[in-house]
């Protein structure tokens, strides 16, 4: 065995191979991206989010991903004082007793908008009771 051998042997045996972290990934919508690359100019979009993410870390800004209690329990009152979901359910009601005729496909259109109203009150107030994260 030559020398060079051997020292190749103890600088591997030395040092364990240093695992890469695993790549961060994100995904955007076409709009966002879109805006990206306008915002980016002739400057990789990658080189782009790192410079704009170093400038941040640097001068200590956070990004808070919480939002304001405040807006949500407004945003639920107005839910509550529009009476949307009343309405809907008289609207459900009516066509479920034959008084208002329509077609099955607007039967269905009205019991999804039903749905999305109990949704958007559901998502609101688990944003207050968890403290704010929707």
Do not use: W
């Not at 919508?29 to 805006?35: L, Y």
């Not at 607007?106 to 994260?133: H, N, P, W, Y």
């Amino acid at each position: 065995m030559s020398i060079s051998a051997r020292n190749f042997n103890a600088v591997a045996a030395a040092q364990p191979p240093k695992k890469r972290e695993a790549p961060f990934s994100l995904r955007l919508s076409f709009e966002e991206k879109a805006a990206l690359r306008d915002l980016a100019g002739d400057m990789p979009l990658g080189g782009y989010i790192k410079a704009v993410l170093k400038e941040a870390i640097d001068q200590g800004k956070t990004v808070s991903s919480k939002p304001d209690s405040q807006a949500v329990g407004r945003a639920l009152g107005h839910l509550g004082k529009s009476r949307l979901s009343q309405n809907l359910n008289q609207l459900a009601k009516s066509v479920n007793m034959g008084a208002l005729p329509v077609t099955p496909e607007t039967e269905s259109e009205i019991k999804e908008a039903c749905r999305a109203v109990q949704d958007m009150r559901d998502a609101l107030m688990a944003a207050l009771s968890d403290g704010g994260s929707l």
